[in-house]
Every structure is written in C-alpha cells, then in structure tokens.
C-alpha cells in the first residue's frame, strides 16, 4: 500500500530537503526565472525565511514537491498572497501539484489572505497553466518575451489571478 501524501511546512533549518529537487527544477530553466547557478542559500533564504513560509509534500519520507507562500507586495499589497510550487519530475502527473495547490490556499485564507497571485507563469508550462485554472485562477496578464526559456528563447509569461 502505498503511504498517503502529506503536506507540511518547514523552516529554514529543513529547507535541505527539498533543495535538490528545487535546484533540479532551477537548473532546467523552463519554468522559473531564477538565475540557473543560484546557490542553496539564496535558495533558502528567498523560500524558507519569513515572510515566506516553505512547505515540502512527502509520501513517507519521499519528498515529491514543495511550495514557498508569502505575501505578493509589502505594505498596502500585502493582502494578496504569492505562491510558487515544484514538482518532482518522477511524479508529474500523479495529483502532488494540485494537492499542494489546494493546501496554499487553505493556508492563504488562515493567513488572512484575500487573494492569490502568480506574478510569473511562463506560457509554454501549458500543465501548470490548465491547473491553476482549474484550482479558479485566471490569466489577468500577458507579458510578452519576458523569459527566457533554456530552449525556446523569448518566451510570454502570464499573470493569474483568483479572489480566495
């Protein structure tokens, strides 16, 4: 049988769990705009020190994804919640994005959150794309060329959007 999928967060000092599949992700540069050589603690410090707050997904002691939640701006912008998420390239597919999805938002609205917004979907993760619109978000924006994808070139990103 196998073990259920758990969600929780983690602090600074537990952010080594999830740095070789947050590095893996990185190194790729089809997805986030991340510099390629970024050191574990930038990494560390960007994800896991407040105000954002880093949460790892593990089934038993696998971690299979993970997710940093933080406020979108500071101050007067502080109400809208920013979230960015990683999957393990071995369990695409298998529920782990969506599931952690769902927890953001549940942990957005404990939070005091009145809203999520993604700053920097890159348009050719056409999978991410389908499911944040799935989960209620809606593309508000389109910025053309503004990443530069590994193996595509310029490439538009998209600003989504749901009230929470």
């Given at each position: 049988m196998t073990a259920p999928l758990t969600v929780r967060e983690i602090g600074a000092e537990e952010f080594a769990l999830v740095w070789p599949l947050f590095r893996s992700v990185v190194e790729a540069g089809d997805t986030y705009?991340?510099?390629?050589?970024?050191?574990?603690?930038?990494?560390?410090?960007w994800w896991a020190t407040p105000?954002?707050?880093c949460f790892v997904a593990e089934r038993g002691?696998?971690?299979?994804?993970?997710?940093?939640?933080?406020?979108?701006?500071?101050g007067l912008g502080d109400?809208?919640?920013?979230?960015g998420y990683m999957v393990s390239p071995a369990?695409?597919?298998q529920g782990v994005a969506s599931a952690m999805c769902e927890h953001s938002l549940t942990q957005a609205r404990d939070a005091g959150f009145t809203a999520m917004q993604f700053n920097f979907v890159v348009s050719?993760?056409?999978?991410?794309?389908?499911?944040?619109?799935?989960?209620g978000f809606r593309i508000v924006g389109q910025?053309?060329?503004?990443?530069?994808?590994?193996?595509?070139?310029p490439t538009d990103v998209y600003v989504m959007h749901r009230h929470l």
């Open positions: 705009s991340y510099p390629p050589d970024l050191s574990f603690e930038q990494a560390r410090e105000p954002s707050r002691k696998l971690v299979l994804g993970c997710y940093m939640l933080k406020p979108n701006q500071p109400h809208v919640a920013n979230a369990t695409r597919g050719t993760n056409t999978t991410a794309v389908r499911l944040w619109q799935r989960h910025v053309p060329g503004a990443f530069r994808h590994a193996a595509q070139g």
